[in-house]
């Protein structure tokens, strides 16, 4: 049986005293009562004692005035000694977590129950509310807690650390989120150096073709001949104009040299 966990009626009852834990949770009657306290029967094989001071919270003057003979309460165990058949009871409910219990990394839930400008205060069954920072609420930027919570909302957090003197308890939300992918690494400085030579340097004309062998020849008999560039132009995309006799034996004569 679980902590907190209301057991079967006294008459169903069959839990040996070896097998109660703390916190456990019983219907039980009240059996008797004395100055000191009540007797209450949980349907073991003995007794449990409410003392007076566990009646309630706050101080209680006369058993009396809280239960009565007879009637059905509900009651947690506190306290058991199986060697000595001895179980202690409370009427008042246990924390879900005692300072003994809360350890640094564990995770905890609970509700949100203050919220500050520096943070939130999370009630998760302690005595005290554990402070989740501001910076530990999330791994991006937040401007106030509001933008990300608000007073009632369920949330989760990781303990990192406690003190149990000072009675503090700090929480982290972004400790079980997964962090934010590292940002990329600047361009080294001879990379950006590339980059600026590149701006800054004109891209140069594409390189003119070889001139071929009957571009030469034209061109010296045209020297030779002192005939104007303008006669020839377009000799490779039209029909040639037949030129005079004495440029034609001087081409002619040019090529055989160069054949030579």
Known sequence: MEANEIAAPVSEQSIPLEGIKR??????VVKKINIAGAIVDVGLSIPGVV????????????????????QEV?????RVDAKKQRLELTMIKPLD???????????????????EKFGIFVDIGAERPGLVHISEMT???????SDLVKEGDEIEAQVLEVNRRKKQIKLSMKALEAPPPPPAPPPSKATTAEKETAKETPELPAAES???????????????????LGTLVGVRKRKKRAPDQQFEQLFDRTLQNRRK
């Open 23 to 28: 916190k456990m949770k019983f219907k039980g």
């Open 139 to 145: 791994h991006g930027y937040i401007k106030s807690p």
């Open 51 to 70: 003392h007076i001071s566990q009646l309630q919270e706050g101080e209680t003057k006369r058993v009396e005035d809280v239960v009565q003979v007879g």
């Open 210 to 228: 070889e001139p071929t062998a009957m571009e030469i020849a034209l061109r010296e008999a045209m020297e030779r001949s002192n005939i104007k």
């Open 97 to 115: 977590l005692e300072w003994r219990e809360i350890t640094k990394g564990m995770v905890v839930k609970g509700k949100v129950t203050r919220i």
């Open 74 to 78: 509900e009651v947690w165990v506190r």
